[in-house]
């Protein structure tokens, strides 16, 4: 990298750096590790550690470091200003259902590519990338579609890569060229100028196993009104069901066509202008202000403001200039312009005569291994939390036909404790999460769950009559919990509250169980109750921010 600006922030620049080691290490790395991988100080690295934990970015546990949900906002920033995934994922996923295979988006990055929309086929033998992942152009499907426009000073930087870097470890989610039997990745680079040259010619490419063995894949480009690649469609298999031929007779026709839809809508949308982008107030100065004022020498308050500055961009605010930058954040104009100056050196942002944008390379910053992250990996630290409060067992469950199936639980430690493992199944009729699952249900579908249901007696108290338990669900719906009381099992009360998507559907639920000694019914109300629906609306955040732009698995 150049030399930084002399107004470029330090600390900004130090925290990128925590951030990208972690991304590159699947997103959790010891103190320790961070010292050794950033070349930063113990001291710097606790600063920005606890800086980032203040924001939401990191979660810090002991000695370690974890990225947490909330940092996909920074991606989420750059994807939305992208507007490719919100247009374009609808025909992916429809190309994906028609030929029965996974579809990719990848944007160019330099010499590489990035992923930015993901459509998977759920096969024991799985293909797909992460969002975010930078791959070697000359190792993918893509990278012949884009490299037909290099400049010939990006021709020179990649020569200059592959000479300094033939193996390509600078591209930590792909394996390293000929690191693995059978690869051709380790000659992908020897004809890659004649592979462009096809491609350019036929306007499609092929990866036949460079990036590793078993993988095909066929891409065909997306130009802009210029004729410039601006993205690439990608139709992925693998060798089991098609040879590298065979999957390009298979799918290109279909791919065409579905690229020629796709650049349809790209022409259909209209960007609003720099002077009508709309802003988004922050009370961004105050809140660091007051968290510089609360932990002292611990929080970097310029880390924080250079991070957030990029959360100024956005859906319909792809380009911004300095004003609205700092209208948007609550921030002086020298410190976003300075920021700005780090931010575009470091990459992450690209400046266009008075205009700003965001470039993939924020996708570095936790998006890779986050896009992989399931709802019960966000519910667990929350599901901790809860725990330690009310000093009972919590656990996340979802709806799986007529029952509930435990995903996620942490218990508490207790002489008598409710014992439960993850993967147990229990009839929803009779368990507070299932009918706070069943109660979110429209009435038909759940009268038809309820009518092939086997309402056993499980104890004495257990509902059983049809007409009394749809009575208990109309009030679980009006109420937004529900309490089972020695139904379940003699001795066990528990209640449940529903965890939302971003579109108010209860995909979820969180409970806390208990033996009925432990408190009475209104004591759960009064103590347990609000504490439940805090960890709920906890979770939801986290899975809002998740889920944006890409697919979150409920286990």
Not at 389 to 398: G, M, N, P
């Amino acid at each position: 990298m150049s030399t930084a600006p002399a107004e470029a922030v330090g600390p900004l620049m130090r925290g990128v750096a925590v951030l990208r080691a972690l991304s590159d290490a699947d997103g959790r790395l010891s103190l320790g590790e961070l010292v050794r991988v950033t070349g930063l100080a113990r001291s710097t690295v606790d600063r920005v550690a606890a800086t980032l934990a203040r924001m939401g970015y990191l979660r810090l546990d002991g000695p370690t470091a974890t990225l947490a949900p909330r940092l996909m906002e920074l991606a989420n920033a750059y994807l939305g200003a992208l507007r490719l995934p919100a247009l374009l994922g609808p025909y992916a996923v429809q190309l994906a259902e028609e030929l029965d295979e996974s579809v990719s988006l990848a944007v160019p990055d330099g010499d590489g590519i990035r992923f930015v929309h993901q459509s998977t086929r759920r096969r024991a033998m799985s293909l797909t990338f992460r969002i975010g992942d930078l791959l070697p152009a000359e190792r993918t499907a893509p990278g012949p579609l884009f490299a037909g426009h290099w400049t010939p000073e990006q021709w020179r930087a990649w020569h200059h890569r592959r000479a300094a870097d033939p193996a390509g470890l600078a591209f930590p989610a792909a394996p390293p060229a000929g690191a693995e039997a059978g690869t051709t990745a380790g000659t992908a680079a020897d004809d890659f100028e004649e592979r462009v040259e096809a491609a350019r010619t036929a306007s499609w490419a092929s990866d036949d196993q460079l990036i590793e063995p078993g993988l095909i894949a066929v891409a065909a480009p997306l130009r802009d009104p210029a004729g410039t690649p601006v993205c690439a469609v990608s139709v992925v298999s693998h060798t089991s069901r098609h040879s590298a031929a065979s999957l390009r007779k298979a799918v290109l026709p279909r791919l065409r066509a579905a690229a020629s839809a796709m650049e349809a809508e790209l022409a259909r949308d209209h960007t609003p202008s720099l002077d009508t982008a709309p802003a988004r107030p922050h009370a961004l100065a105050a809140w660091t202000s007051a968290s510089k004022q609360e932990l002292g020498s611990e929080f970097v308050e310029s880390l924080a403001r250079g991070l957030t500055v990029l959360t100024a961009f956005g859906a319909d605010r792809a380009e911004l200039t300095l004003s609205a930058v700092a209208e948007a954040t609550g921030l002086a104009r020298a410190t976003a312009r300075r920021a700005l100056i780090t931010l575009d050196h470091l990459g992450l942002v690209a400046t266009e005569g008075r205009a700003f944008r965001l470039t993939p390379r924020v996708l570095a910053l936790g998006c890779p291994p986050l896009s992989r992250t399931t709802l019960s990996d966000i519910a667990a630290p929350h599901l901790a939390a809860l725990v330690r409060t009310v000093h009972d067992s919590a656990s996340l469950a979802v709806l799986d036909g007529d029952a509930i199936q435990y995903t996620a639980r942490v218990s508490t430690t207790r002489i008598m404790s409710v014992n439960i493992t993850l993967g147990t199944r229990f009839p929803a009729y009779a368990a507070s999460m299932g009918r706070v699952l069943l109660a979110d249900l429209d009435a038909g579908e759940r009268a038809a769950r309820l009518g092939r249901a086997e309402l056993a007696a499980l104890t004495p108290h257990t509902v059983t009559s049809p007409a009394a338990l749809a009575s208990v669900l109309e009030q679980v719906a009006d109420q937004g919990y529900a309490l089972v009381d020695e139904e379940l099992e003699e001795g066990l009360r528990s209640i449940a509250v529903p965890v939302r998507d971003a579109g108010g559907r209860a995909v979820a639920a969180v409970n806390v169980a208990m033996h009925t000694t432990r408190r009475t019914v209104p004591e759960c109300l009064a103590e347990v109750l609000p504490e439940l629906r805090a960890t709920a609306a906890a979770i939801e955040a986290d899975l809002h921010v998740v889920s944006r732009f890409c697919r979150t698995p409920l286990s």
